[in-house]
């Protein structure tokens, strides 16, 4: 039997191969995942699969590094040129990219790299399929590998699947734009688990699934067909000790000392990233040249060092920023420079991990101010650095990390203005406020590290997958039957509770067609001879008294606003009080019906529901999604439950349901023997509050509380007459 292993997938590989001689070389990437993950890929079986950063073109040359890489724990997905021009540069770096970071100038909307970008998934996902078990866990990283989450539960339905975006996830706005919107929300949602950097994310994320896919979703829990998958914010960490150590490393230690006899006694402001439109490096250019222009003192005192990680050179948007960046560098130095002094210390290029905490120990501010970013590590890993909790961080409101670190001196990038008081107020900020400040920021950093972050990721997960075992149903078998009659024959007092529309009669156009047949009324006369039969609807109290009042059933409008005990009066729920909120919930569901033809509202005692089974297919769908979203923002956080039914929206107090009302029947009767059928989400409230020995079934597909399931209203009749005979 194979063991059950934990497969790591992302674009690139960590690690770099270089040729020595003839030989090829394999180092290790040092950057903050790979040394997160080593732990754990580098564990027993576990691997790590993605491109080995160069496109080998001879099988022997493939071969060769694929035993290499197998010494590492790794496996390649190898990528031809072509593959790296359009899958990578294209699609995911000229489309999604600047999608995803709000740049919509940037945005290649031609189809021609789509292709590959879905081939070049299928390449992973056929790659992944070789190493593959069912029982395996499988984490997935980053937007190129959007797609592969459905491509592998195409492969393996009941595997465990993490995705994380370690970019920003972007607005419904900005996202519907994507003419394949809805084929990547579905390949995400072949995860079960699905991390985020921050909160926003995870909720633009939620918004689109729901709009543009149709998806309902609960809290941050997706409701697919057969499966509920879990969206998070988990912002992402560093390794705090390492960086903090690096600091203080002889090496780093001598670094600083040859930097500042290079440099001078100014002061340093330090800016670095990667080569990006979307780290807003000529607007921190522009603002420390308005810096010396307002504040001549710190000319010949203060100097920005610039250091800017080539990236993505052969992209066109790319090489005009470089040109920008230059110009601008150039324009400054000439502007103020001296013999002695040179405001800008610009460096193209990337530098060795010991340069960077001399960077970092030696630069009293840190100008961290991008445009968009996902979480931006660079601002933590300067907090980490700063042993003597003296510096200060400007940061950007746009970047991730502002969420976790608000200690920083917080600006909107966009403001120039902002940007130069801001680092005029870093500049003279007293070391006392800046150990406060520092402090702080410390303890949050190291104490949600990058350890930390991955240990939350697959404990999340693992609770996601306990969670769905727990809300798979088993189909009804004739096994399961059996069981059933024979509690159901022995049982000294028996409790039915039947939901109606979906369950007892099949969906019609028209919710008034839906009266009870003679075969039905029938079967609920021959149930409720012997037995406690409770008809749990969400129809209102005067349609179910007229089809039903007539017989010996107990029955529940409303989702439990009204019941009636068997041949007694109805009575309202205490707890229900509607007139407060229906005025301003008619208005909003009144603007959607004006909106879109053959829908209409039915009012209730205590809810609203909006009715859309007769809109044209289509619009139907994206009309309840915009209803649903709309409903949740103005009511959702005011003790209101917003429930996405069949073909219906439906708009009632969190403290009315049909949960509350199975309990009360179930503790009213206290049979021994219960049964419950429903069919759509209302119903789950019912499944969940009832003990584990009720036979709970669920009707037609999807993923349920409940313990077993049927196919249909017929399958439903079919049993309840049986147990009629019994």
């Not at 005029?424 to 190291?446: C, D, F, G, N």
Request: charged fraction near 25%.
């Amino acid at each position: 039997m194979p063991t059950h292993k934990t497969i790591i997938v992302s674009n690139r590989l960590p690690v770099r191969i270089e040729k020595d001689g003839d030989k090829l070389t394999y180092k290790s990437s040092e950057g903050g995942l790979a040394t997160a993950l080593g732990s754990i890929y580098k564990d027993g079986d576990n691997i790590w699969v993605g491109w080995p950063g160069a496109a080998f073109e001879s099988d022997a040359l493939k071969a060769e590094v694929t035993e290499g890489l197998k010494k590492e724990s790794m496996r390649p997905v190898f990528l031809t040129e072509e593959d790296l021009e359009k899958y990578y540069l294209g699609f995911s770096n000229q489309t999604l990219w600047p999608a995803f970071h709000y740049f919509l100038q940037y945005i290649d909307y031609g189809s021609e790299n789509w292709d590959s970008y879905v081939e070049v998934n299928q390449k992973f996902a056929d790659a992944i399929a070789q190493y593959t078990n069912n029982g395996d866990t499988l984490w997935v990283h980053d937007y190129q590998l959007l797609l592969l989450p459905a491509m592998l539960r195409k492969k393996f339905p009941d595997i465990s699947i993490g995705f994380f975006q370690h970019i920003p996830f972007p607005s419904y706005e900005v996202f519907r734009t994507l003419p394949r919107r809805r084929e990547l929300l579905e390949g995400m949602l072949g995860a079960d688990y699905l991390g985020f950097h921050t909160y926003d994310d995870m909720r633009h994320f939620l918004s689109s699934a729901h709009r543009l896919a149709g998806y309902p979703y609960s809290g941050n829990r997706i409701i697919l067909e057969n499966r509920t998958v879990v969206a998070d914010p988990l912002p992402m960490g560093i390794d705090y000790e390492k960086y903090e150590e690096n600091a203080s490393h002889p090496e780093a230690v001598e670094r600083e000392n040859r930097y500042r006899k290079s440099l001078g006694s100014q002061r340093l402001i330090l800016s670095m990233d990667r080569l990006d439109y979307s780290k807003g490096i000529p607007r921190r250019l522009r603002a420390f040249d308005a810096l010396l222009e307002r504040y001549p003192e710190y000319r010949e005192k203060v100097s920005l060092l610039l250091v800017v990680v080539p990236s993505r050179d052969q992209v066109p948007n790319y090489q005009s920023l470089k040109e920008q960046v230059d110009e601008l560098v150039g324009k400054i130095n000439s502007k103020y420079g001296r013999m002695s002094w040179v405001p800008i210390h610009y460096f193209y290029r990337s530098y060795p991990f010991r340069a960077l905490g001399a960077f970092y120990r030696m630069c009293d501010v840190a100008a961290i101010t991008p445009v968009r970013d996902g979480m931006n590590l660079v601002a933590k890993e300067y907090i980490a650095s700063r042993k003597n909790q003296d510096g200060v961080l400007i940061l950007s409101e746009m970047a991730g990390a502002a969420k976790e670190l608000s200690d920083a001196i917080l600006v909107n990038p966009n403001d120039k203005n902002q940007l130069v008081e801001a680092m005029h107020r870093a500049l003279t900020m007293p070391k006392e406020e800046q150990k406060l400040h520092m402090s702080i920021m410390q303890e949050t950093v190291r104490k949600y590290n990058i350890y930390n972050w991955v240990k939350l990721f697959f404990d999340n997960l693992k609770a996601v997958k306990k969670m769905q075992t727990t809300m798979s149903t088993t189909p009804l078998t004739a096994e399961g039957q059996n069981e059933l009659i024979s509690k159901y024959k022995s049982a000294a007092r028996r409790l039915l509770l039947l939901d109606y529309d979906g369950t007892l009669v099949n969906f019609k156009n028209d919710p008034l067609a839906c009266a009870p047949d003679d075969e039905l009324m029938d079967i609920i006369r021959g149930l409720s001879t012997h037995n406690d039969v409770v008809i749990i609807s969400g129809r209102n109290h005067e349609i179910l008294d007229e089809w039903l009042g007539s017989l010996s059933v107990h029955l529940v409008a409303e989702h439990g606003v009204w019941s009636r005990t068997a041949g007694e009066e109805w009575k309202m729920n205490s707890a229900a009080n509607a007139q407060t909120w229906h005025n301003e919930a008619r208005e909003i569901m009144d603007f959607y019906v004006d909106r879109t033809p053959g829908t209409f509202i039915e009012k209730k005692s205590n809810s609203l529901v909006w009715h859309y089974r007769k809109a044209e297919k289509g619009l139907g769908e994206m009309r309840k999604s915009e209803l649903t979203s709309h409903l949740k923002h103005m009511l959702g956080e005011r003790g209101f439950q917003v429930m996405d039914g069949d073909h219906v929206v439906e708009l009632k107090p969190e403290s009315v349901n049909k949960g509350r009302a199975a309990e009360k029947w179930q503790e009213t009767t206290n049979a021994d023997f219960t049964l419950c059928l429903g069919d759509d989400t209302t119903d789950e409230d019912m499944f969940s509050a009832l003990p584990e020995n009720a036979f709970t079934v669920k009707v037609g597909p999807g993923s349920s509380h409940a313990r077993f399931a049927v196919e249909n209203v017929k399958a439903v009749r079919k049993l309840l007459s049986e147990l009629i005979d019994v």
